[in-house]
């Protein structure tokens, strides 16, 4: 089955600075690679996603980038703001292929410091 | 209002004693899942369910039950509830299971504590 690793764990950047989180997947046949952010104390909600037929996706101050040669996804987050600090999470998963779940990494901690 | 809800928000419960968490969605989705998100170890899949009366096991089943008797309920059932269950629980919807719209709205969660 699909395993994706995420990196770092924890993030501080200082306000206005970029974050960049990285993710890799295993699972070849994976077409579908969405971000989800966590507010304390809220669910996680969808920020951007990518299919695998594009490269680069970007929305105002976030893009992300997919390298499916290597495996590997990305998420960049330029002038960040205090309220982007959050628990971020990548996931991968098979979409038109019935029920291949999402498969979340382990979640990023970004701290953006005023 | 779009949107998953989830009752109760907290739970703090003992060994053995049969619990259920609610979900219900509002948005005709005919996906539902539940997850199980613990420090370290992010989101992972209990139970699924495509549509009505069709539910299937996810990487972390045991323990668990469902049912998925109307469209927007999602109940999670735990028959004999143990320590290891402590969790912070999210039910989530999507329109579907496949196909092109595949973004899950996620309930804000239920902190779980068995003792």
């Known amino acids: 089955g699909e395993n994706v690793e995420q990196h770092p764990s924890t993030l501080s950047v200082q306000e206005g600075d970029s974050a960049v989180i990285k993710c890799t997947y295993s699972d070849s046949a994976s077409n579908y690679f969405p971000w989800y952010k966590q507010e304390l104390g809220k669910g996680p909600q969808l920020i951007i996603d990518i299919r695998s037929n594009v490269g680069e996706k970007k929305d105002q101050r976030i893009a992300v980038t997919l390298n499916k040669t290597a495996k590997h996804f990305s998420l960049h987050i330029t002038e960040t703001q205090p309220e982007d600090s959050a628990v971020y999470f990548c996931a991968a998963s098979r979409r038109n292929s019935g029920n291949t779940p999402l498969v979340f990494g382990k979640g990023t901690r970004l701290s953006v410091i005023a | 209002e779009a949107q998953v809800t989830q009752n109760p928000r907290y739970l703090i419960t003992v060994t053995g004693k049969k619990l259920t968490v609610t979900c219900s969605q509002n948005?005709?989705?005919?996906?539902m899942s539940w997850y199980r998100q613990d420090p370290g170890l992010g989101l992972r899949q209990i139970y699924y369910s495509m549509n009505v009366e069709v539910t299937d096991k996810g990487d972390v089943p045991e323990g668990y039950k469902v049912s998925r008797k109307e469209k927007r309920n999602f109940p999670l059932i735990l028959e004999s509830p143990s320590p290891n269950q402590t969790s912070l629980y999210f039910c989530a919807s999507s329109f579907s299971g496949t196909g092109s719209s595949y973004e899950q709205y996620f309930g804000p969660g239920t902190r779980l504590t068995v003792t």
């Open positions: 948005m005709n989705h005919e996906y």
